[in-house]
């Protein structure tokens, strides 16, 4: 059972001073709302939608919410930032799973803390290089581990449909 998600934010505005405040291109929340369909329509909503403060991830995940149900949760995780803590995010799902051990949540978050947490969730040695809005879904169980389901890019979805 897919039970997290991890997804890199869409295709971002050129680098500029404040990082923080890039937005999505146009391309970026096309890239996220072909992701957020696939969702959708391979996998039950997810309790929570976790993102950093960044606007970038803030604009994706609001895409991601959009096809996701009613009860979807959208929580701001300050650990979630390019350079953030890969222990402190495992911590923090193992505490939510602990207390809620059918939650699902999906994590929208940056490079290169994805493939960080994809290692830190799965197996040592496994850091996947996301390409804009791709996605990992993995079945994970604290104390456990997980593994790997799939991983999906917009750009295979697009070879799919053609």
């Given at each position: 059972?897919?039970?997290i998600?991890?997804?890199r934010?869409?295709e ?9 405040q ?6 970026g929340k096309r890239?996220?709302?072909?992701m ?6 391979c996998?039950r ?12 991830t ?26 953030g ?7 923090a799902?193992?505490?939510?799973l ?9 994590l929208v ?7 960080f947490?994809?290692?830190a ?14 996605l990992?879904c ?7 581990g997980g ?16």
């Amino acid at each position: 059972m897919v039970n997290i998600v991890i997804m890199r934010h869409g295709e971002a505005e050129p680098f500029t001073e404040q990082d923080s405040q890039r937005q999505l291109t146009a391309i970026g929340k096309r890239e996220s709302l072909h992701m957020a369909q696939w969702l959708q329509n391979c996998y039950r909503s997810f309790t929570y939608i976790w993102l950093s403060p960044y606007l970038r991830t803030a604009q994706t995940a609001e895409i991601m919410r959009s096809k996701q149900g009613a009860d979807c949760q959208l929580e701001t995780q300050q650990q979630l930032v390019p350079e953030g803590s890969v222990r402190g995010m495992l911590d923090a799902i193992d505490a939510r799973l602990s207390e809620q051990p059918d939650a699902r949540i999906l994590l929208v978050s940056h490079m290169p803390l994805v493939s960080f947490l994809v290692e830190a969730l799965t197996q040592p040695g496994q850091t996947p290089v996301f390409s804009t809005a791709s996605l990992c879904c993995i079945d994970y169980q604290p104390a456990k581990g997980g593994h790997i389901v799939e991983k999906v890019a917009p750009q295979e979805l697009v070879i799919l449909s053609s």
